[in-house]
């Protein structure tokens, strides 16, 4: 299959998701006085290459929310809620998502497994999260998928402040999968953390909550390909 998302992530000079979201998993609200609209139009400047769209109620996001944001940007959307039948992979589709979000923590494998193969047939990626080594392991047809390291805990229902050792321990593993584009996701707050990664080995990043409270969506990019420029040189060097 040919992935739009996953060619539009690997082919961008940003390697970021960008996330829009209205609050954090304790209710914090993250748009302020900002509009839908305004929020893409920043991410569209700074060269976001796909966005994501958290529709689940929990953060306090809407099925109109996906609707409106795939009527503002032609940039593929990762649609992100609790997927667990076809008909909310048929809707997103038809809503004009290019990716859902499954997360391997709340689904029995077999559920898992059938939902990677299901969003597969209706032509959309897979966006697999995982937070253990089980979790990779039980990753279907990798090579079709983004397998992505979910650096917060669904079980405590995202509130803790995350914990990036959940990526580095589990790029290994997910890079041997054959995934084209293993990506850490959640807790990224810091460009400089976000730039070791992706020197690390991951082909993206997937960021709402620090884009959202940074104090400029530009400032933070800028940032970001400072120091990813800095550790390229170092490589060299």
Same mark, same amino acid.
């Given at each position: ?8 992530? %690997? ?79 048929? /809707? ?16 029995? /494998? ?101 884009? %959202? ?25």
């Amino acid at each position: 299959m040919s992935s739009r998302f996953i060619k539009s992530l %690997l082919g961008s000079r940003l390697p970021i998701i960008m996330e829009v979201k209205r609050q954090d998993a304790d209710g914090g609200q993250l748009m302020g006085e900002r509009t839908v609209a305004e929020i893409v139009a920043a991410y569209t400047e700074v060269g976001a290459p796909c966005i994501s769209v958290v529709t689940g109620k929990w953060f306090g996001g809407t099925q109109d929310m996906l609707d409106e944001v795939a009527g503002l940007t032609d940039k593929p959307i990762l649609q992100k809620d609790f997927i667990t039948r076809e008909r909310q992979i048929v /809707k997103a589709k038809d809503t004009g998502a290019s990716a859902v979000l499954l997360t391997a923590r709340i689904l029995p /494998k077999s559920t898992f497994q059938n939902l990677i193969e299901t969003t597969l047939a209706h032509g959309l990626t897979p966006f697999v999260e995982v937070a253990e080594p089980e979790e990779v392991e039980s990753v279907i047809r990798p090579e079709e998928c983004i397998v992505a390291a979910n650096n917060k805990d669904i079980r405590t229902q995202e509130r803790e402040a995350g914990d990036l050792d959940v990526s580095r321990s589990l790029l290994q593993a997910i890079i041997a999968t054959g995934t084209p584009c293993p990506v850490s996701a959640s807790a990224i707050t810091d460009p400089k953390i976000g730039a070791e990664l992706i020197a690390a080995g991951f082909k993206g990043l997937l960021i709402g909550t620090g884009l %959202l409270a940074a104090d400029s969506v530009h400032g933070w990019v800028e940032e970001f390909e400072r120091h990813r420029a800095a550790l390229g040189q170092a490589s060299v060097s």
